[in-house]
């Protein structure tokens, strides 16, 4: 599986550690400045190889990773976590940020779908 010898896209490695559905995606997001290697903006095109540090930004998410292995087909996540490890201030990070969301939550969060007939009512007897 891990083979530290080779190297590979960024956006296809970004795809196979499964940051992102789709290697689409993973070009979009490198593309957008949304992924930095090695503390610089890079291109999709761009190399990845054992020890480099990637740091990507998935909407309020943020990891700071180092590359551990490459592998070129995407596998299961558990297969997925064995191509990079998190660094200490970004596993920190995560999870204060985490508890913030979960002391302070977005208003309106908890609502899924459309509004109910009833719900429907009651919002628009509050706006007028």
Known sequence: MN???NALR????LWAARF???RSLAAAAVENGKVRLNGSPTKSSREVKPHDAIDIAVGELR????????????????????LYEETEASLARRT?????RKLAPVPGS???GRP???SGR??????A
């Open 122 to 127: 009651l919002i628009r007897r509050v706006g």
């Open 96 to 100: 204060r940020e985490a508890e913030m």
């Open 3 to 5: 083979d530290f010898t």
């Open 63 to 82: 990891w700071s990773v180092i590359v551990k292995g490459i592998n070129a087909q995407r596998r299961p996540a558990a297969e997925a976590r064995l």
């Open 10 to 13: 960024i956006d296809k490695w």
């Open 110 to 112: 908890d609502l899924k």
């Open 116 to 118: 109910t007939k009833r």
């Open 20 to 22: 992102f559905k789709t």
